[in-house]
């Protein structure tokens, strides 16, 4: 005779198993490789880590970048970070003390001062190439080249921002805005194309590379005009409640946000490039693997089914992802 608490657990074991086998099938498909390698590179805790790295890093680089820019350049810098954050008023006033004369951000810096911010943005760079390993299964390797490779990437950008800086004071008018815009998009996704290689060491086909640059391209455009939107109203009520420090915290969420793009984006390439489907093959450019020729084999996946805990940074200590030596 059944008796309710078995007929219950019967159940309860056909709705395990047949979620079992949805979730095999899943696996094999684009968007459940994606949702794997997002949990294996702990993609919580990597966001977090690179949104901190890049507030304390780009915010004081972008006043010395200015404060060393012509006049018109540093000008357009300010206006284009105040529409973009949504930063007017009183908590605009706030910020443009930061953009100092020249003369005012070099005494105020100094030699130290300019060392240190790089410094921290080359962190940056660090924790950027630990993502791209994680997501594309690298092995260790690179040392001191990492850094360098983290320093030219820190000068690229750079000179990224003030030649699309320099394209909105040159090209005025409604015809000049939209060719700036298309400069900026490019330029962008070329960035992103050329980041991924870098950060990969080289080691990763170009093509298998693209969805990262497009997403990035792209999807970073859509979400700094989604910024435009949301931020003005996280500041203004930030700052009336926080002052100044209420304009940090919407910045940290800005860089949080865009952090978790970026991560998305790192995955996403490996998530496609991994498939049996037209697309993956020709990302792997009808090879085997994305990889270039003579390149070290991937490190192997999780020894065990990652967990939404994983996400979180738990790490070798219990996940099962194999780590790099940039951990």
Not at 56 to 69: E, G, M, W
Not at 123 to 146: D, E, I, K, Y
Not at 147 to 166: D, E, S, T
Request: hydrophobic share 50%.
């Amino acid at each position: 005779m059944t008796t309710p608490a078995t007929a219950g657990m019967k159940m309860l074991a056909r709705t395990r198993a047949s979620a079992g086998r949805y979730a095999e099938r899943l696996e094999a498909t684009a968007l459940g490789r994606l949702w794997s390698r997002l949990l294996e590179v702990e993609f919580v805790d990597r966001a977090v880590a690179l949104a901190a790295k890049a507030f304390v890093s780009f915010l004081p680089l972008l006043v010395i970048v200015s404060a060393l820019s012509p006049d018109s350049v540093r000008d357009n810098i300010l206006s284009v970070f105040a529409q973009r954050f949504g930063v007017s008023g009183v908590a605009f006033d706030t910020v443009r003390q930061a953009f100092a004369s020249p003369s005012e951000t070099r005494t105020a810096s100094g030699v130290v001062g300019v060392l240190i911010t790089v410094a921290f943005a080359v962190s940056f760079t660090t924790a950027l190439q630990r993502v791209f390993l994680r997501a594309w299964r690298r092995p260790p390797g690179g040392g001191a080249r990492n850094k360098a490779r983290g320093a030219v990437w820190l000068g690229a950008l750079l000179v990224f921002a003030m030649v699309v800086a320099g394209a909105r004071a040159v090209l005025q008018g409604p015809g000049g805005s939209v060719l700036a815009w298309v400069v900026a998009l490019v330029g962008s996704t070329s960035l992103w194309w050329w980041t991924a290689r870098l950060m990969v060491r080289g080691e990763v086909r170009w093509r298998a590379l693209f969805p990262t640059a497009v997403v990035m391209g792209v999807g970073g455009w859509l979400y700094a005009l989604a910024a435009s939107v949301w931020m003005p109203i996280s500041v203004t009520s930030q700052f009336a409640q926080f002052g100044s420090f209420g304009i940090t915290q919407s910045f940290v969420t800005f860089f949080v946000g865009g952090s978790l793009l970026l991560v998305l984006a790192a995955v996403l390439g490996p998530a496609l490039a991994d498939g049996d489907t037209r697309l993956g093959r020709w990302l792997r450019s009808g090879r085997p693997t994305a990889l270039v020729a003579g390149a070290e084999p991937a490190l192997p996946g999780p020894d065990r089914p990652v967990r939404l805990s994983d996400a979180f940074g738990r790490g070798n200590r219990g996940s099962g992802v194999p780590t790099t030596a940039a951990d």
